[in-house]
């Protein structure tokens, strides 16, 4: 495996570590009733959280490594990102077609402050740059305005309302699906005019 690193103004995505403060760290996200509103799944128990990080690191050392769980930490935390406590996650999941679907979830306590739109470049450049993706999709229910205005400012299109995609706590929901291709993030060069 290759430890993904990737390094922004303000925070750091790695590679999670199955330790005591990634799993609490994880837990506080993932467990959390009000980060997982609009996450297709129920908030997580603590174990269930130290399984998904087993999980990211078994996805981490396949040979054709298509999915990306990765940790988000604030630069400020520590002196080196690798040791600095998780505020959230995010994910890349390779398509055919050199496609990938990106996600994020933060803990609400460092909500507005612009950290999902850092982490969405991160994982725009990283797609677009060393992944080789072309089309690059994310999915947000249609409640969560907080998400929809990331993705319009890093150049996201919204492509359409997915109807009845989730069934969670009793109740259908929509999801509007956004893409982004390569030649219109500005990290590649070719494009101008699409926010990050």
Request: some cysteine; charged content about 25%.
């Given at each position: 495996?290759?430890?993904?690193?990737?390094?922004?103004?303000?925070?750091?995505?790695?590679?999670?570590?199955?330790?005591?403060?990634?799993?609490?760290?994880?837990?506080?996200?993932?467990?959390?009733?009000?980060?997982?509103?609009?996450?297709?799944?129920?908030?997580?128990?603590?174990?269930?959280?130290?399984?998904?990080?087993?999980?990211?690191?078994?996805?981490?050392?396949?040979?054709?490594?298509?999915?990306?769980?990765?940790?988000?930490?604030?630069?400020?935390?520590?002196?080196?990102?690798?040791?600095?406590?998780?505020?959230?996650?995010?994910?890349?999941t390779l398509g055919s077609h050199r496609s990938a679907l990106?996600?994020?979830?933060?803990?609400?306590?460092?909500?507005?402050?612009?950290?999902?739109?850092?982490?969405?470049?991160?994982?725009?450049?990283?797609?677009?740059?060393?992944?080789?993706?072309?089309?690059?999709?994310?999915?947000?229910?249609?409640?969560?305005?907080?998400?929809?205005?990331?993705?319009?400012?890093?150049?996201?299109?919204?492509?359409?309302?997915?109807?009845?995609?989730?069934?969670?706590?009793?109740?259908?929901h929509d999801s509007f699906q956004y893409a982004l291709l390569?030649?219109?993030?500005?990290?590649?060069?070719?494009?101008?005019?699409?926010?990050?």
């Amino acid at each position: 495996m290759v430890p993904v690193r990737l390094t922004g103004p303000r925070l750091a995505i790695r590679e999670f570590h199955l330790t005591p403060a990634d799993t609490d760290a994880l837990h506080a996200v993932f467990g959390d009733p009000e980060a997982t509103r609009y996450l297709p799944f129920e908030p997580h128990d603590r174990e269930e959280c130290a399984d998904q990080i087993e999980q990211y690191l078994e996805e981490a050392l396949r040979d054709e490594r298509t999915v990306y769980r990765l940790a988000v930490t604030r630069l400020a935390d520590a002196d080196d990102p690798a040791d600095a406590t998780p505020i959230g996650s995010a994910a890349l999941t390779l398509g055919s077609h050199r496609s990938a679907l990106l996600g994020y979830a933060l803990r609400p306590d460092t909500w507005g402050r612009g950290y999902a739109g850092e982490i969405t470049g991160l994982l725009c450049d990283f797609a677009f740059g060393q992944l080789g993706v072309h089309r690059l999709a994310a999915r947000v229910d249609v409640a969560n305005a907080a998400s929809t205005r990331v993705l319009t400012r890093a150049g996201f299109a919204l492509e359409g309302r997915v109807r009845h995609e989730v069934y969670l706590r009793g109740a259908w929901h929509d999801s509007f699906q956004y893409a982004l291709l390569a030649d219109e993030w500005p990290g590649t060069g070719r494009a101008a005019g699409a926010g990050g």
